[in-house]
């Protein structure tokens, strides 16, 4: 573990300007994947919307920084606090719906907000609108101090997700989630209060989500409808990195995200048969094998770097 | 006048968005089970009318006759060698999935097609329509659409009420484990239920094709209407979904008559409203 | 003349729960036979595998001259058993007409119309269209058992058809027995009542923990013997 996170650490000294921005891809990739199986794997929330809250912390950022002249710095833990702030009502009517309602109901939730946006002419509608350059220069000395800064921001944002998620499952509130994951009902029946439960996981969810929207942002600069609230971006391609690797495990999104980026290296050129194959792959690791690439590995041997209180049965 | 002729319109967009509905309520009413790659199908089969369209030169609709039994035989055969091993009590795998699905799709589509938007020629349907008078008029696609719905839920309930499968699926529906000591094979059922929301999903096809543009990435927004149609019209009543369908219809025209780009979120916004306000819909038969 | 019904050592797990151990069983055709036991005992368990309901791959469960283990549960009913389930498990989307005329799914033909359950159970003639559910509780029960005699089944399973339900209304049920026989189906009920059980049986089997504790012709078996065998202490019938 300690091999891989100090050379991580060290990552602006060694690693070009490319290879930062693939790293802090990776990163927040890592994270959004984690987010995503800690409410589906262990929750048993599978929500399909998860892009509001891209979007949303990214708007965020965006709107302290020009209208409230805060720092992006302070903008970052900010927006993530603005968007827990939203999920919650958000919260109230999704959670009216259960199961794969619930997931088409947190999509339309999510096409509400980027259509609500586009309305928004302040925030630039639907073409968007820029980080203003004296925002983006009051971050650091210059560019490349900048770049670190931005890079250690996505590592420290990603450990502190991986950290959170597996400390978390190793609680007794790690346990009532997963309680609530496999039966609903019975986690009721034996005291577990589901309804505070989902609530509370969902809503920090959505909060760390809008930080990583906000980081997301603020690393490409601009910020449109299309691009903060994407489906594709945001919920498919990490869906299938946690499908792939493995859900409800903590190493099954990590193998996902390498593998990920492994293949869109060697596969991008085919453009929309890269999408294919992503997807034939999740359909089949669902029809063969649900708990994904680490569940095929771990079958053999029963390997664990992250021991968490309960493993995935089934 | 405006404004009413938007209403009509709505409600005559309604009876497609039943349609949608319709083959989304079958599928959850008898196997508690939602494709999420519901709306890339009806786009899939806009598409398979378009090539037949290309083929043979005929009007759209007779392509009707060909997309609807298609459509229904890929959903029996996909549900008994595919989706079969989804359903049940597991959410992830039949959510995931479809959700799969619906992806692969989209691609497949947008590498056989291109990504372009297009459109079916109904010949003089197209813009043919009848006047009521006093400045209002109805165009013979919508028209078409609706009285197709009504065709269509009135012969599924027909179908469930009056059939001996249409009673076990109505029983399927209610309890699948004791369907089985009746005699009843419950793969077989589950694959006549995925048969006729395809069918139906074949007829809202070719009428989408007419009536709209569309494009390999259109069917996520389908799938969204659809399944506010559904919830809008309560769970387990195929009239209610009609009534859905044009609670959904008539809000988006009505945004479209505020501004044009509001038409889809005004239409979003009745449907978070109604969930807020009646959560288990407004006809809904457990309600 | 073998045994209609024979099951040699049946086991029977719920995921890693064992809830039948080594359990024989016999019914010969034309017989009436009892299953009681205390609440847990694997009563509702042995029908639900003798059905289908719960899988039964491997086991030895023989049904006229057939193994019929591990038969998915519509194949058995197309086979020739059918079952009245514990808790009667109606459909309430259907009314009682189309409850009954559900059990016909099994394709076999036989003395059982929707008229012969009429005339078995008349006020359910009079309550054909409405709502199964909406039923009382006796009447409820005999859409039940009208329903598992459309199939026409060779055996009968009767699950607890007493549950909940006043004596009196229990009498009329079990009234309906003699005319279930002659029309040439065998009977396999599980009963709460040790007294109405003896007393409608030829036989009777007794469930302990998953087990036999005691079988024997139900009118050679006294209060004792069955009361002992039900608790726990294992007694042969004399």
Known sequence: MVLVIVPLLAGPYWADRGTMRLLIEVFYFLALAQLWNLLAGYSGLISVGQQAFVGLGGYSIFSLAMFAGVPVLWGLPLAGLVTALIAWPTAMIAFRLSGPYFAIGTWVIAEVFRLGFAQVSALGGGSGISLPTAMVKAMAVNRSARESLTYWIALGLMLVVLLGVWLLMRSKVGLGLLALRDNEEAAVSVGVRTRPLKFAVYIGVAGLTGMLGALIFLQKLRITPEAAFSVNDWSVLVIFIVVIGGIGSLEGPILGCILFFVLREFLADLGTWYMVILGIISVMIMLIEPRGLWGIITKRHPITLFPVAHRRVG | ?287 | MSPLLDIMDLDAFYGDFQALFGVDFTVDAGEVVALVGANGAGKTTFLRTLSGLVPSAGQSIRFANQNIAGLPAFQIARNGIAMSPEGRRLFPSLNVEENLMLGENGGREGAWTKQAIFELFPILEEKRAIPATLLSGGQQQMVAIGRALMANPDLLLLDEVSLGLAPVIVRDIYAALPRILGSGASVVLVEQDIGMATQVSDRLYCLQEGRVSLTGASNGLTRQDISTAYFGRKKEAS
């Open chain 2, 1 to 287: 006048m405006d404004w009413i002729n938007a209403i009509v319109q709505g409600v005559l967009l309604g009876g497609l968005y039943a349609l949608f509905a319709a083959g989304l309520s079958l599928m959850f009413g008898v196997m508690r089970f939602v494709n999420l790659a519901h709306g890339d199908f009806i786009i899939a089969g806009a598409f398979g009318a378009m090539v037949l369209v290309e083929l043979t030169g005929l009007n759209p609709l007779w392509m009707l006759l060909v997309v609807v039994p298609v459509m229904g035989a890929v959903g029996y055969l996909g549900q008994r060698l595919v989706l079969n091993r989804v359903v049940g009590q597991d959410l992830l795998p039949s959510i995931l999935v479809t959700f799969g699905f619906s992806v692969i799709l989209q691609n497949l589509m947008q590498e056989t097609f291109s990504a372009d938007s297009r459109r079916l020629s109904a010949g003089a349907l197209d813009t043919a329509s009848f006047s009521l008078g006093s400045g209002l008029s109805v165009g013979a696609v919508p028209l078409l659409m609706f009285v197709a719905a009504l065709l269509v839920l009135g012969s599924l309930n027909w179908f469930f009420a009056r059939t001996n499968m249409g009673r076990l699926l109505r029983a399927t529906s209610d309890d699948p484990e004791i369907i089985g000591l009746m005699g009843a094979d419950r793969r077989h059922i589950f694959g006549i239920a995925m048969l006729l929301a395809s069918a139906v999903v074949g007829v809202a096809a070719v009428l989408l094709a007419i009536k709209t543009n569309f494009d390999p990435a259109a069917g996520p927004i389908r799938l969204l209407f659809a399944f506010e149609a559904v919830i809008i019209g309560g769970l387990g009543n195929l009239w209610g979904t009609l009534i859905g369908g044009v609670i959904l219809g008539v809000a988006q025209g009505v945004g479209a008559q505020i501004d044009p780009g509001f038409q889809v979120l005004a239409g979003h916004i009745v449907f978070l409203v109604i969930l807020v306000l009646r959560p288990q819909g407004l006809f809904s038969r457990s309600g």
